[in-house]
């Protein structure tokens, strides 16, 4: 699968999605307003937030798919990343939002008191919204495994944690009706902690890769290649990137007596051994290596 295809393949599922989230954020905010539940118009706006996170992620998949340019040599693969970065944004500032809708003064006080009114469209409305979201989770996760996607695995696993909290909106409402009101403020706080959680998770996945770290790897295949002929030491080793675009810089020790083309021919084959083992875990690997006369020194 090229990487046009893979893209195009993503972008239809996330156009599926967003206006699947779309459907289910109106629902869940025009319903929740009319009947002042604090719980349904909270979940509305994660669910709102889901609709931002397709658009931007459809922006970042077109730009993280570019081949690396003069501006760009390396590429664009942190389009994603950082279109991540702003979907957290985006998490935080729905969180500060539905705060904003809430007496923390009385709350600190005890009083849990909701202004919601019991109707049957509230029940209507996050029944549906639930089997919608169940559904999108599915369907991205299925698609996500198969392009092997983190982007649409990840927001698979959130449109499931909606699907969750609508459940506790679904219990919030059903209690309304028995006069317990006070549930859905509770549950209205549970999905502010709920979106600032999200968003730090977010921010600690993708900032490792934001500022370079080295992915998970396991170094021993490099034991194995240092048994190559002519291989004397393998150093240095560098590695960058994520699951879609990593890049590995090292130091490898010849045999001091091996011609330049000799040399060439011994890299060439330790280079490609470093890239089938790579490919394991990323889509496309870049691997620069500087060569070195082995001297006995060295060996000490």
């Not at 889901?50 to 040599?73: F, G, R």
């Not at 990137?241 to 011994?266: I, K, Q, R």
């Amino acid at each position: 699968m090229t990487l046009s295809e893979r893209r195009k393949g993503i972008s239809r599922v996330l156009w599926i999605t967003f206006y699947l989230n779309i459907a289910v954020a109106l629902i869940k905010i025009v319903v929740g307003h009319m009947f002042a539940y604090l719980s349904l118009t909270s979940s509305g706006l994660e669910s709102m937030v889901d609709s931002s996170t397709n658009i931007l992620a459809l922006i970042t998949i077109y730009y993280a798919s570019k081949p690396a340019d003069s501006d760009h040599n390396y590429g664009h693969h942190k389009a994603e990343t950082l279109g991540s970065m702003v979907v957290a944004f985006l998490l935080l500032f729905s969180a500060y939002q539905v705060a904003g809708e809430i007496n923390i003064k009385s709350i600190l006080e005890g009083d849990f008191s909701s202004r919601a009114q019991f109707g049957p469209w509230p029940v209507i409305s996050i029944i549906v919204s639930m089997m919608i979201s169940l559904f999108v989770s599915t369907y991205e996760r299925k698609w996500g495994e198969r392009y092997n996607s983190s982007l649409l695995i990840a927001d698979a696993s959130h449109t499931f944690g909606d699907f969750i909290i609508s459940g506790a909106v679904l219990i919030s409402i059903i209690a309304s009706y028995f006069g317990h009101f006070w549930l859905d403020t509770v549950v209205g706080l549970v999905v502010i902690c709920y979106l600032v959680y999200l968003a730090l998770k977010i921010v600690r996945i993708n900032l490792n890769d934001l500022l370079d770290g080295a992915p998970p790897l396991d170094e021993g295949f490099l034991k194995e290649i240092e048994k190559f002929d002519h291989v004397k030491d393998i150093h240095n080793f560098r590695i960058r990137g994520n699951e879609h675009w990593l890049h590995a810089d090292f130091h490898v020790h010849l045999d001091p007596n091996l011609t330049l083309v000799e040399a060439h021919a011994v890299g060439q084959q330790v280079e490609n051994a470093v890239v089938v083992e790579l490919k394991k875990i990323a889509g496309h690997v870049d691997v620069l290596i500087h060569i070195e006369p082995w001297e006995e020194k060295d060996g000490e």
